[in-house]
């Protein structure tokens, strides 16, 4: 019995110890990642719950309280829960009398690495975007990512031009990027040298989500005017 | 005759950590993990986070992998190791998320990088498979450190020049014109090349001074 064992194995090598070592190791990164992931889960989420709540506050300056709402299958607004998809939410931020005062939509297209995710936000009395951040990027570090610091650059977003057409449907003028110092329209951006692709992107995500958004916001800002429920989440009026 | 094993002991551990510094320099003597040598140091603080990731998922995956290294048989090391990195980077990409959001996207593209640097896999295979967890830490810590020290150099130079600027703080008046070059893909290869150039200077005067002396003696 044992010689034959010991045969066996000089024949063919024991597999034995080659499960034991894969499914033994797999089993405890496995342990590792998902305790990890449990543990950072909750705060991770946290993080960016508290970066896209900075992110409203920041285009949309003079708003002291927020409220989301989700645009519903009916094609009206109702008060965001928990579960409402990004791509369909938009926030309300109003002043301290509880005017308000603009809406950040949430927007995201290709930019030359990656996807890149930004929130604009847009003033229905001024017809105008006041302000934009990126919320993610990949862009090139150096040159691609001057989109999310250049003062320059961060200019062109008080005060771009998204007036709504005589139709009430589409835009006057689509927002567009042009050559860095060229700018002659208010619906004009103007680009980054060294970060051409990185900058048309952003007026490319701007102008596909102002041409969908700008019309149906103008047109149903009162359904925004709710009773803001200081910072934070509010449930709004039923 | 316990003391002298003890300090022959202790000068070899010393060793594993100092080879990895200079004699044995992961980029500029080994010449390996390019990959991110040549994509992360368009900035000095890049370089620096970079660097500090990869030598925690090195000390990490080179102790885990000395400590079951009479556990895993030779024709699965490769899947074993590779498993053991890739949990590691997965480990700091979740980590550096909750620490901060904005390290995490100044830094995001390159984390899931670390997987494929062979430095690790390498100091994976050619050392902690084969030594005791306390040498293999001492060896990560130490090609660690050298792999960071290499990615400052890189980045602190290409920072200087492309930009005009050391982390963020401004070196020249305004009047400077920076080369953009330098923090373009190809500026990394121009300086990687003027580095290597001077460690090899070095080491060729060293060998040379080397070989007069021997030949003085005898």
């Not at chain 1, 690495?113 to 934009?132: E, F, K, W």
């Not at chain 2, 080879?19 to 991110?36: D, I, Y």
């Not at chain 2, 980077?89 to 984390?111: C, E, K, M, N, P």
């Amino acid at each position: 019995m044992h010689s034959a064992s010991g045969q066996h194995n000089a024949a063919h090598p024991p597999i034995w110890p080659l499960y034991r070592a894969l499914v033994g190791v797999g089993l405890v990164c496995g342990l590792l990642i998902v305790s990890v992931f449990v543990l950072t889960g909750p705060v991770i989420a946290r993080n960016e719950a508290a970066a896209l709540q900075r992110a409203v506050f920041q285009v949309l300056p003079g708003a002291v309280a927020k409220a989301s709402f989700e645009l519903g299958p009916d094609g009206n607004f109702h008060p965001a829960g928990q579960g409402s998809a990004p791509q369909q939410t938009v926030h309300a931020g109003y002043d301290a009398e509880g005017h308000l005062v603009g809406v950040a939509i949430e927007a995201q297209g290709m930019g030359y690495q990656d996807t890149i995710r930004l929130l604009y936000g847009y003033a229905p009395q001024s017809q105008t975007v006041v302000g934009m951040e990126v919320l993610s990027s990949k862009e090139t570090p150096g040159l691609g990512d001057k989109i999310e610091k250049d003062p320059a650059f961060r200019a062109n977003f008080r005060a771009l031009d998204v007036g709504i057409a005589a139709d009430g449907q589409s835009l006057q003028r689509p927002v567009e990027a042009v050559k860095s110092g060229s700018k002659t329209l208010p619906s004009q951006i103007d680009g980054i040298t060294g970060a051409t692709i990185s900058s048309k992107a952003i007026a490319a995500i701007l102008r596909q989500s102002s041409a969908q958004w700008v019309p149906l916001v103008y047109r149903l800002q009162g359904e925004l005017e709710g009773e803001p429920e200081g910072e934070g989440q509010t449930d709004g009026g039923s | 005759m316990a003391g002298a094993d003890r300090n022959a002991a202790s000068a070899m551990s010393t060793d594993d950590f100092i080879k990895g510094l200079w004699r044995e320099n992961p980029v500029f003597v080994q010449v390996l993990g390019m990959c991110p040598v040549l994509a992360v140091t368009n900035s000095a603080i890049n370089a620096l986070a970079m660097g500090l990731a990869t030598t925690f998922v090195l000390v990490l995956s080179n102790t885990l992998v000395a400590t079951l290294r009479h556990f895993i048989p030779r024709q699965v090391r490769i899947a074993t190791f590779i498993l053991i990195i890739a949990t590691f980077v997965t480990v700091v990409d979740y980590l550096i998320q909750a620490i901060s959001l904005d390290l995490h996207r100044a830094l995001g593209a390159f984390i899931s990088l670390i997987v494929v640097n062979c430095l690790i896999l390498g100091r994976a295979e050619a050392f902690a498979s084969k030594n005791t967890v306390t040498r293999s830490v001492l060896d990560g810590l130490g090609m660690g450190v050298g792999f960071t020290f290499a990615l400052l150099c890189l980045g602190g130079a290409r920072e200087i020049f492309g930009s005009g600027s050391l982390f963020g703080v401004a070196l020249f008046p305004a009047a400077y014109q920076p080369w953009i070059v330098m923090i373009l893909p190809s500026g990394g290869f121009f300086t990687l090349a003027l580095w290597l150039l001077l460690f090899n200077h070095l080491k060729l005067r060293r060998q040379a001074r080397d070989d007069l002396a021997q030949e003085v003696t005898q």
